[in-house]
């Protein structure tokens, strides 16, 4: 996942970094690394401490909400820590933060929720910032948004856990369960 996310950082950055003169040249790549890496472990971060309400929130329905709490939080790290590993001005921080954060994240959910996408999905979204943190349960709580109700019974459970893993659906289930257990 951070290779798909570092590839958005490059594709997102020229502007916001590479050609920003408050941000020193010899900077630029590592900028763009700390951007790349402030999302995916704030993303974990946030999962495992038991934030995965907002974080289901972010990815459900392929529509980007900019205004989505994961969002600020992502923004307000990432311009911390720009600001205190490379010595940049708090206004050029948040500024950098607050144009790749949504860029990049936009782009990636766009991309995950994207069938004609290869290489993205958001089950490796859900796996690479998951962990054991609930989010079995934020899958419980929203899977029938998600389309996870395999059986159409109103309800997430084994029995669609049990259909997607013999080939009687696919999706999204299908491939977390597959990649589980190597199917």
């Given at each position: 996942?951070?290779?798909?996310?570092?590839?958005?950082?490059?594709q997102f950055g020229g502007d916001a970094i590479v050609n920003n003169p408050s941000v020193p040249n010899e900077h630029n790549e590592a900028v763009?690394?700390?951007?790349?890496?402030?999302?995916?472990?704030?993303?974990?971060?946030?999962?495992?401490q038991g934030n995965v309400e907002d974080i289901a929130g972010l990815l459900k329905g392929g529509n980007f909400d900019a205004s989505?709490?994961?969002?600020?939080?992502?923004?307000d790290q990432l311009s911390g820590n720009l600001g205190q590993k490379f010595g940049l001005s708090s206004d050029t921080a948040s500024g950098v933060a607050g144009?790749?954060?949504?860029?990049v994240l936009g782009s990636l959910i766009g991309?995950?929720?994207d069938p004609n996408q290869p290489g993205f999905n958001?089950?490796?979204?859900?796996?690479?910032?998951?962990?054991?943190?609930?989010?079995?349960?934020?899958?419980?709580k929203y899977g029938g948004q998600f389309g996870l109700d395999q059986n159409r019974?109103?309800?997430?459970?084994?029995?669609d856990a049990t259909a997607a893993v013999s080939g009687k659906s696919g999706g999204f289930l299908s491939g977390i369960l597959g990649k589980l257990f190597g199917k």
């Amino acid at each position: 996942m951070l290779d798909q996310i570092s590839e958005l950082v490059k594709q997102f950055g020229g502007d916001a970094i590479v050609n920003n003169p408050s941000v020193p040249n010899e900077h630029n790549e590592a900028v763009m690394n700390e951007t790349g890496n402030s999302i995916l472990s704030g993303l974990q971060n946030m999962a495992a401490q038991g934030n995965v309400e907002d974080i289901a929130g972010l990815l459900k329905g392929g529509n980007f909400d900019a205004s989505n709490p994961v969002v600020k939080q992502l923004t307000d790290q990432l311009s911390g820590n720009l600001g205190q590993k490379f010595g940049l001005s708090s206004d050029t921080a948040s500024g950098v933060a607050g144009s790749m954060i949504p860029n990049v994240l936009g782009s990636l959910i766009g991309k995950a929720n994207d069938p004609n996408q290869p290489g993205f999905n958001v089950s490796d979204i859900v796996n690479s910032i998951g962990g054991g943190s609930g989010l079995m349960d934020a899958i419980t709580k929203y899977g029938g948004q998600f389309g996870l109700d395999q059986n159409r019974d109103g309800k997430v459970d084994i029995s669609d856990a049990t259909a997607a893993v013999s080939g009687k659906s696919g999706g999204f289930l299908s491939g977390i369960l597959g990649k589980l257990f190597g199917k």
